[in-house]
């Protein structure tokens, strides 16, 4: 697909490709920089993330996609990013990437990538799903524990009428 190709996302919003790659750089910039920190994955793997994640937005199927720490054996979050796409409407100034702090508690955690399907997403059929040409298998709904902690808006990306807005889980002190 072309960099000026555009898809009518609903009655209301029609993205560019180069919208959905302007909001995923940013998306981008964060799991490179969670790479950076504690080294979970290779940075090609990271590319591979945001392929699919690029043809998730782009086909206007993905709700949010979350990046969850947590401790092995347990369901209970550590610490999490949330982005749940905006589409069609305008969103706040768009923020500057990254500003997700080293933890050291984080070093030594299981840490996820899950994404969660908009309706049109969880009418996909396995085969049209398939063609769609994801890199990777995914983990679509993690069933993990949030129940120790609250989210707070955090950063908006935003490019015209398509954004993501990152909310930060902060898990309550024991």
Known sequence: MSASASR????????????????????????????????????????????????????????????????????????????????????????????IPYRPDLQNARFNVVVRYNAAGRRLSPIDERNLGFKLPWVYDNGFDYLTGSWSSDRYYVSNSIGLQRLAFNRASS
């Open 8 to 99: 009518t996302r609903s009655l209301t919003a029609v993205n560019t490709y180069t919208d959905v790659v302007s909001v995923t750089r940013k998306l981008r910039a964060d799991l490179l920089q969670v790479l950076d920190h504690y080294g979970y994955f290779s940075e090609d793997h990271a590319e591979d993330i945001i392929h699919d994640l690029r043809l998730m937005v782009d086909e206007g199927i993905l709700e949010s996609v979350e990046l969850t720490w947590r401790a092995y054996g347990s369901h209970s979050v550590l610490a999490a990013f949330r982005y749940y796409v905006i589409n069609g409407s305008i969103a706040p100034a768009d923020n500057r990437p990254g500003g």
